[in-house]
Structures are given as structure tokens and as C-alpha cells.
């Protein structure tokens, strides 16, 4: 024990940055899929269907491809299209349109699971369809959405460690690179493994949190 | 404005289902602080008629002029074509309408509910908007739940609400569409008093309604309709008195009791 902690003590800082690359490429991507969910999300629910057409089929592209195969996708891809994406860009990219796919389809979902009444009460009053979207369909799609919403948060926080394949430095890559000086397996994996499940405990409490705020009414 | 042109004039009118004719050529006017109450059989069409005044269904023919302004469609070369997204919502904001099923906004309170219109469409300060709401509130006899959602208020507070969210908006025309049916029959009342009272203050209703002494109560006018028609339209004394129309009859015969 005392040697796992003297060389915990001594990875505390390679240990910290992947930890917080980690979080901080979760974070980016559920930045960018929930962006890009909520495009997806509304053009799936209420564009013609030649509009639709192509949200579809990158929805469905996206739910029916290992996470791994789009990094490498991401990774490879755009540097023989002539663009050079850093690994970390890349793994951010990959998971970003995995996320935006997921949030996309959980957000459809949830806006056609409100009553037709509540557009009909919306268009009664007067509001433009922008209007309808953004003060009466989307607040409740919001909610209902918000689990699930928190899980694809959890999801990212575990599909980020796949990113040590493309070589960035997050969470996995330096417990593997500690790993590497000390020999000592079992003791590091379990503890990233300890790290991993943190933070999706918190991440599961402060959505709790959340939906308790919300979803008093 | 011309006097003498009705606030609502229907000319005409058809929709169609598919292949089912919904409304075949429909003709009725409303004046301004008419009363008319619209009753006959389901699938008579009357719901129908309603949605299509207020622009959340489509029609294929004829035309729907409100004060004076052609609703939903503009006539080019003979062709009729629906108008966009913004011009619809503006036609839309000069009629009120009040559900069977309330629809209120369950995640806004009830001064909320009456606020999002006077903010959003009528671009009101807040402030405002409050003053207004607070005022139609309490007019329905619903100060004290102001900052209550739906789901806190009986199915007749929700309703009273919807009522007040429709009339906020000062509309020209409201329409009610079978607002005490899907209410529990103690709460039926508390409804029809308020839309009597709205009715009392000068209001133009197009009312449809399975309620029939209501409607002979603060009716000036009943239209029944049969079949994507109206086939007898006049004051309810004689509509319910003396009806001329044998389905008319036979209609009122099956629900009076």
C-alpha cells in the first residue's frame, strides 16, 4: 500500500491532466452535440421529408457505428481531405457527432411526445413557430429529455477513454503511461477506474439535482 | 371599418378529410358582439369549422374574411396560396381560442400562461403583461391563483384560465370549442357562468357546444349543423322553440331529456 501511494504521489500530476483532459473533452463534446442535437432533434420532428432525409441518415450513421471506428474515422479522414485535426480535436469531433446523433433522436422523441394540443394553444395565441419552439415545446421537451440527456454526459465521460487509441493524453493514456513506469496494473486501472466512476456519480447527482428543480410541475 | 360588414364572414367554405368532405359549403356571418352558438351530432363538421377560422387546419375552398381581411390565403392568378409562417400567426392573434381539453402550458404558471401572448406577440413590458394578466385573472374569479400551475387547479380553474390567456390578447372574435366536455359535471358551471359573463360584457363568441340549455341561454343566434352543413340558423327561441328542420327536431328530441 504504502508503495502505491508513494508512486501515486509521484503520477499525481500526469494523473491530474489526464483526469482533467477528460472531463474538459466531455465537456466540449456534450457542448457541441447538445448544439447540434438540438438541430437535429427539431429538423427530425417537424422539417418536410427532403429535409429530414439527410438528418436521418446521419442520425442513423451515427447510432450504428462503434464509437471507436468514428475516432479513428475522425482521426484519419480529414488529414487525407488535406485538414489536420490535432488527436484531441479529432476524439472532440467524433464524439461531438456521436453525441449530437444520440441528443438528436432523445430530443425528438421528447417533443413528439407532447400533446398536439400544446402547438394548437401556442398558434391560438399567435406565436410564430420560432416562438412556439422556444417558449412552449422546447422547455417541455426539456424536461423530459433531461435524463436521458445526462446519461449520454455519462456515456461521453467513458467513450473520452477510447481516445487514448488516437494517442490523447486524457484519463486512460497516462494511467497506461504510469502503468508503464511502475508495473503496478491492478492498483492504477482500479484507481482510474475509481476516477471514472466519480465523476459520473457526480454527474448523475447534480442531473438529479436538476430534475428535481425543474421538474416540480 | 364599415358598419354594416360582419365582423366574421364565412362564404362557401369546404374541407376535406382524405377523401371525406368535412364541410361542404358553409356560409355564416357573425356581427360584432354576436352570440352564436354552433350545435349538432359529432362529425357534423362543427370542430371543423372552428379550426378552420382559426387557421390550424387547412381548407380547399372558398373564404374565411375576418373584420374586413381574407384569413389564411391570398388569391393570385386564380390560385389560392396558404400565407407564411408570421402572416398566419398575426391572423392568428386576432381570434381567441379556448379548448375542450384546456391546453394550458403545464410548465408556466397561470399568470404565466396569460403573459406568454401579451409579451411575446403583443410585445408588452413585463410589468404590463403582469397588470393585464392579473386583471383577466382575476375577472375569472382566479386572483388568488395566479402563481399556481395547471396541474394545482381543478379542471375548471384550468379552463377559466384558458379563457383568460384568450382573452387577454383582446381578440377580436373567440372561439369556444367545447369547453365544458371534458370537465366533471360539478365543474361544468363555474365554465358557462364565465363565458356568460364574458358574453354579457360585449365580446363576439362563436361558441360550438354540447350544452343545450346554455346555449339557448346566452345565444343570440344557434346554427346547427348536419353533415358538413348548416341547414337552420336562427334565434334560439326558434331553433329550439319551433324548428323547422326535421333532423333539427329529431336532434333535439335525442338530446333533451
Given at each position: 500500500?504504502?508503495?502505491f501511494l508513494d508512486?501515486?504521489?509521484?503520477?499525481?500530476?500526469?494523473l491530474?491532466?489526464?483526469?482533467?483532459?477528460?472531463?474538459?473533452?466531455?465537456a466540449a463534446?456534450i457542448l457541441?452535440?447538445?448544439?447540434?442535437?438540438?438541430?437535429?432533434g427539431i429538423?427530425?420532428?417537424?422539417?418536410?421529408w427532403?429535409?429530414k432525409?439527410p438528418f436521418?441518415?446521419?442520425v442513423?450513421i451515427?447510432?450504428?457505428?462503434?464509437?471507436l471506428?468514428?475516432?479513428l474515422?475522425?482521426?484519419?479522414i480529414?488529414?487525407?481531405?488535406?485538414?489536420?485535426?490535432?488527436?484531441?480535436?479529432a476524439?472532440?469531433l467524433?464524439?461531438s457527432?456521436f453525441?449530437g446523433a444520440?441528443i438528436g433522436?432523445?430530443?425528438?422523441?421528447s417533443?413528439?411526445?407532447?400533446?398536439?394540443?400544446q402547438?394548437e394553444?401556442g398558434?391560438s395565441?399567435?406565436?410564430?413557430?420560432?416562438?412556439?419552439?422556444?417558449?412552449?415545446?422546447l422547455?417541455?421537451?426539456?424536461?423530459?429529455?433531461l435524463p436521458?440527456?445526462?446519461?449520454?454526459g455519462?456515456e461521453?465521460?467513458?467513450?473520452s477513454?477510447?481516445l487514448?487509441?488516437?494517442?490523447v493524453?486524457?484519463?486512460?493514456?497516462?494511467t497506461?503511461?504510469?502503468?508503464?513506469?511502475n508495473?503496478m496494473?491492478?492498483?492504477?486501472?482500479?484507481?482510474?477506474?475509481?476516477?471514472?466512476l466519480a465523476?459520473n456519480?457526480?454527474?448523475?447527482?447534480?442531473?438529479?439535482?436538476?430534475e428535481?428543480?425543474?421538474?416540480?410541475? | 371599418?364599415?358598419?354594416?360588414?360582419?365582423?366574421l364572414?364565412?362564404?362557401?367554405l369546404?374541407?376535406r378529410?382524405g377523401?371525406?368532405d368535412?364541410?361542404?359549403?358553409v356560409?355564416?356571418?357573425?356581427?360584432?358582439?354576436?352570440?352564436?352558438?354552433i350545435?349538432?351530432?359529432?362529425?357534423?363538421g362543427?370542430t371543423?369549422l372552428?379550426?378552420?377560422?382559426n387557421?390550424?387546419?387547412e381548407?380547399?375552398g372558398?373564404?374565411?374574411?375576418?373584420?374586413?381581411?381574407t384569413?389564411?390565403y391570398?388569391?393570385a392568378n386564380g390560385?389560392?396560396h396558404?400565407?407564411?409562417d408570421?402572416?398566419?400567426?398575426?391572423?392568428?392573434?386576432m381570434?381567441?381560442?379556448?379548448?375542450?381539453s384546456?391546453?394550458l402550458?403545464?410548465?408556466?404558471?397561470?399568470?404565466?400562461?396569460?403573459m406568454?401572448?401579451?409579451r411575446k406577440v403583443?410585445?408588452?413590458p413585463k410589468?404590463?403583461?403582469?397588470?393585464?394578466a392579473?386583471?383577466w385573472?382575476?375577472?375569472?374569479?382566479?386572483?388568488?391563483r395566479?402563481?399556481?400551475?395547471?396541474?394545482?387547479l381543478?379542471g375548471g380553474q384550468?379552463q377559466?384560465?384558458a379563457?383568460?390567456?384568450?382573452?387577454?390578447?383582446?381578440p377580436?372574435?373567440?372561439?369556444?370549442?367545447?369547453v365544458?366536455?371534458?370537465l366533471?359535471p360539478?365543474?361544468?358551471?363555474?365554465?358557462?357562468?364565465t363565458?356568460?359573463?364574458?358574453?354579457?360584457?360585449?365580446?363576439?363568441?362563436?361558441?360550438?357546444?354540447h350544452?343545450?340549455r346554455?346555449?339557448?341561454d346566452?345565444?343570440s343566434?344557434v346554427?346547427f349543423?348536419?353533415q358538413g352543413?348548416i341547414v337552420?340558423?336562427g334565434?334560439p327561441?326558434?331553433?329550439?322553440?319551433a324548428?323547422?328542420?326535421?333532423?333539427?327536431?329529431?336532434f333535439?328530441?335525442?338530446?333533451r331529456?
Open positions: 500500500m504504502q508503495v508512486q501515486l504521489w509521484i503520477a499525481r500530476f500526469a491530474w491532466d489526464g483526469f482533467l483532459l477528460t472531463v474538459q473533452i466531455a463534446s457541441f452535440g447538445t448544439l447540434l442535437g438540438g438541430i437535429v429538423q427530425l420532428s417537424y422539417a418536410p427532403w429535409l432525409l436521418r441518415l446521419y442513423d451515427m447510432r450504428g457505428t462503434p464509437v471506428v468514428l475516432i474515422a475522425a482521426f484519419y480529414p488529414s487525407v481531405a488535406g485538414l489536420s485535426l490535432g488527436p484531441t480535436q476524439g472532440i467524433a464524439l457527432l453525441a444520440h433522436e432523445l430530443l425528438r422523441g417533443l413528439q411526445a407532447i400533446p398536439p394540443g402547438a394553444a398558434r395565441i399567435g406565436l410564430t413557430f420560432p416562438q412556439l419552439l422556444a417558449y412552449v415545446l422547455p417541455q421537451a426539456a424536461r423530459s429529455a436521458p440527456w445526462i446519461n449520454t455519462v461521453l465521460i467513458k467513450g477513454s477510447l487514448s487509441m488516437i494517442g493524453g486524457e484519463l486512460l493514456l497516462k497506461q503511461e504510469i502503468i508503464g513506469r508495473f496494473t491492478i492498483q492504477f486501472y482500479v484507481f482510474a477506474g475509481i476516477l471514472y465523476i456519480i457526480v454527474l448523475d447527482q447534480l442531473g438529479k439535482a436538476v428535481r428543480r425543474v421538474g416540480q410541475h | 371599418m364599415d358598419k354594416q360588414q360582419p365582423l364572414a364565412i362564404r362557401g369546404t374541407k378529410f377523401t371525406v368535412v364541410l361542404k359549403g356560409d355564416l356571418d357573425l356581427d360584432r358582439r354576436d352570440v352564436v352558438s350545435i349538432g351530432s359529432s362529425g357534423s362543427k371543423t372552428l379550426r378552420c377560422v387557421l390550424l387546419e381548407y380547399q372558398g373564404d374565411i374574411v375576418l373584420d374586413g381581411e384569413i389564411g391570398r388569391s390560385r389560392r396558404r400565407f407564411g408570421r402572416e398566419l400567426s398575426r391572423q392568428r392573434s381570434t381567441g381560442m379556448v379548448f375542450q384546456f391546453n402550458f403545464p410548465h408556466l404558471t397561470a399568470a404565466g400562461n396569460v406568454l401572448g401579451l403583443l410585445r408588452l410589468a404590463e403583461a403582469r397588470a393585464v392579473e386583471t385573472l382575476t375577472r375569472v374569479g382566479l386572483a388568488a395566479a402563481d399556481h400551475y395547471p396541474s394545482q381543478s384550468q377559466r384560465v379563457i383568460a390567456r384568450a382573452l387577454a390578447m383582446n377580436k372574435l373567440v372561439l369556444l370549442d367545447e365544458t366536455s371534458a366533471d360539478e365543474l361544468v358551471q363555474e365554465v358557462l357562468n363565458v356568460k359573463s364574458i358574453a354579457d360584457d360585449g365580446a363576439t363568441l362563436l361558441i360550438v357546444t350544452e343545450m346554455f346555449a339557448r346566452v345565444s343566434r346554427v349543423m348536419e352543413r337552420e340558423d334565434p327561441e326558434q331553433i329550439f322553440g324548428p323547422k328542420n326535421q333532423r333539427l327536431a329529431a333535439l328530441r335525442n338530446t331529456h
